[in-house]
């Protein structure tokens, strides 16, 4: 009994909500009191903080997160990005932040159709990050604004004098050598001391220390986190009026010169020079005659990861810096149908893809496993005007099978599937003692299961694209439900392998066979959890080949035939040696190096946990309940550790009743908690 209330007690703790009250308060405004169809009207939301509590600027500073807004109903309006009052600067023991306090209006703009009559309503979910001196905390709230086409709106008075972008700015030259950036102060001008930047191409730190030196302000570059090439250049400070005003600064050729990011972050949003692709940032470019690179890429797409090391390369950041490369990121993390939308325009459902565009040139499709090399060699063409790979097309469609079943046999080499690499090897060690027929057997069953699960998942993709969804390869990886129960299954599995408890080993193939039955079963379920945590990875040549079996112009027969190719190609090597296994004897026999390699190929399995878990903190948007989450993932090793030490075959009766009840508690309470609170 005490361990059962030792146990509650610990559910009790870490399982409470630790959220703190809700110290702002949030509400959606109008400031225009005749609204008419056709026209452009101004509604804000509303932040009230209560005293020693703020909110976030557009560029937060050292730390912090702005204000966001997710609209739910906009009765056919279209409405604009935020436009942000002027900031405070705020000093907390040594980290600067640029932050609003007690009233604030961040105003929006709304375009009315023409012909609108009757009402507009505006619905949404607002978040935020309030702090004091104690700490930060996330909130959300649902906002709800309905005004009248027509006069007689009740209209929020508000100061346009606060909206730099409301006014005309001060156009300043400046120059920087990589190490300070200089900027001419506009004549005539009597501004603040402190001018806040837009983004981090100066650090807060550096904003507040700069210098005048001969009449003009000195701002030292190390440590930002942004480059001056990665956009506009642009600060805000309060003018003589007592309002705000923006300086837009034009860096002459030498702003680029030395200063790009090339540490971890070089790939972080528009850090290091890359910026958030949009089809408009990307006519854009073009327009100006610009090359621009698009990395279609996501947080749960590991090949995807493993190609930003090339990034990082000085001879890759000297060709994008030299040739002038306007660099993109499009982030799927997150269903976009726009991407989704764009990425069929290269005949490809699924990432990673790296294009190249130039007006007038065929874009140039990368592999998807990049190299520095091909990255430069690539570059190069697209400068000198040649082709280098236009999407490939005329491939016989003989080609394109072998393609996908050569990607299928390269997936076991991908990082995703490593974690089960060392399941296999133990499975073909234990069985080296059987017959040749249970082992053929194992070896079938398992490559059943492979062809099966990728079955399975071309039948739900072709029945959710029939439906007008937009998916493709690895789209379950974009349901944070998924990704918490794979990211749950490989800690379990994990602590299993590592000693902790025993789940039975027909799921993970992992210990001795019960019986024949249990262990066909666990041979295809073992093919099963294969294939699934394999989806994050794309192998070379895999992407072209499922862009093709995707393709509208297939048929499901066809596209049925590719993902069974796929499965049969990742299956193989393990079928191979099923078949053959005399090539299985090369490995020891078993003995006790069986439990080394088992207990050490749990350390794969949580660090794909991890890696699962930084996946989660990008799909979901609540910053509570990823700490949660993690909280939740003590909580649930915690449970395995309970039915390992007290449900053992060596306790009592009591003790194991006990034990496993307390386990089971713990672990579905938790695992209920984590998923009722997941958006």
Same mark, same amino acid.
């Given at each position: ?77 279209? +409405? ?99 190490? +300070? ?499």
């Amino acid at each position: 009994m005490r361990l059962l209330a030792l146990g509650l007690l610990t559910l009790t703790t870490l399982v409470v909500d630790l959220a703190a009250a809700v110290r702002t308060k949030v509400d959606l405004v109008n400031l225009t009191p005749e609204i008419r169809a056709g026209e452009k009207a101004l509604v804000a939301l509303r932040y009230r903080c209560d005293p020693h509590f703020h909110i976030y600027w557009k560029n937060p500073g050292d730390a912090g997160a702005s204000p966001t807004v997710e609209w739910s109903e906009k009765s056919g309006t279209t +409405i604009g990005d935020f436009i942000w009052p002027g900031p405070k600067f705020l000093d907390q023991s040594g980290v600067y932040n640029f932050v609003y306090e007690a009233e604030t209006l961040i105003l929006l703009e709304v375009a009315i159709p023409a012909g609108k009559t009757g009402q507009v309503t505006l619905k949404g979910k607002a978040e935020w990050l309030e702090c004091d001196d104690k700490g930060c905390w996330p909130h959300d709230s649902l906002v709800e604004l309905t005004v009248n086409i027509g006069a007689g709106n009740a209209a929020q008075k508000y100061d346009p004098k606060l909206y730099p972008s409301l006014r005309p700015s001060l156009a300043v030259n400046g120059k920087s050598d990589g190490k +300070i950036l200089t900027v001419d102060l506009p004549s005539g001008r009597k501004l603040s001391d402190i001018w806040f930047p837009d983004r981090n191409f100066v650090t807060p730190n550096a904003a507040i220390k700069q210098k005048v030196v001969d009449g003009k302000l000195t701002f030292e570059l190390k440590e930002a986190t942004e480059t001056l090439a990665a956009g506009p250049v642009i600060f805000t400070t309060r003018s003589e009026d007592g309002g705000f005003v923006d300086i837009h600064v034009k860096l002459d050729g030498s702003a680029t010169k030395g200063s790009t990011t090339t540490g971890p972050d070089a790939h972080k949003g528009s850090t290091g020079g890359w910026l958030e692709w949009t089809p408009e940032a990307q006519a854009a470019a073009l327009a100006e005659g610009k090359i621009v690179y698009i990395d279609f890429t996501a947080r749960w797409c590991a090949t995807c990861q493993v190609n930003k090391r090339v990034y990082t390369q000085d001879d890759v950041i000297k060709a994008f810096a030299t040739k002038g490369i306007v660099r993109l990121k499009a982030d799927w993390t997150k269903k976009d149908d726009v991407i989704a939308a764009e990425l069929l325009k290269y005949g490809r459902t699924g990432i990673p893809l790296n294009v190249i565009l130039r007006t007038g040139q065929p874009p140039a499709i990368l592999s998807e496993a990049l190299t520095g090399m091909e990255v430069i060699a690539a570059l190069n063409a697209v400068s000198a005007g040649k082709p280098y790979q236009a999407a490939a097309t005329s491939h016989s469609f003989f080609t394109w099978l072998l393609l996908a079943f050569g990607g299928g046999v390269l997936l076991n080499l991908m990082p995703c599937v490593f974690p089960m690499i060392g399941l296999k090897v133990l499975g073909f060690a234990r069985e080296a003692g059987s017959t040749r027929r249970t082992i053929v057997l194992h070896g079938v069953l398992y490559s059943l299961g492979v062809i099966v699960s990728f079955l399975a998942l071309a039948g739900l993709i072709i029945a959710l694209k029939s439906g007008g969804s937009s998916v493709g390869w690895g789209f379950q990886m974009q349901s944070p439900g998924f990704v918490l129960g794979t990211c749950i299954l490989m800690i379990v599995l994990g602590l299993s392998l590592a000693g902790i408890f025993e789940i039975g080993t027909g799921l993970a193939g992992t210990a001795a066979e019960a019986d024949g039955k249990g262990g066909s079963w666990g041979a295809f379920f073992s093919g099963v959890l294969a294939t699934a945590v394999a989806t994050p990875c794309t192998a070379p040549g895999l992407g072209a080949a499922l862009g093709f079996a995707l393709d509208k112009d297939r048929s499901t027969a066809e596209t049925l035939l590719f993902f069974t190719v796929i499965g049969l190609g990742m299956a193989l090597p393990y079928l191979f040696l099923s078949i053959f296994p005399r090539l299985a004897a090369l490995l020891p026999k078993p003995g006790e190096w069986m439990e080394t390699l088992k207990q050490a190929m749990a350390f794969p399995l949580f660090a794909y946990a991890l890696y699962l878990l930084w996946v989660l903190n990008a799909l979901v948007d609540d910053a509570a309940w990823v700490r949660d989450a993690s909280l939740g993932m003590a909580v649930l090793a915690s449970a395995c550790w309970i039915w390992g030490r007290w449900g053992a075959p060596h306790r009592t009766d009591r003790e194991r009743l006990y034990g496993k009840g307390l386990a089971a508690l713990l672990f579905v309470g938790t695992l209920g908690y984590l998923y009722a609170g997941l958006n």
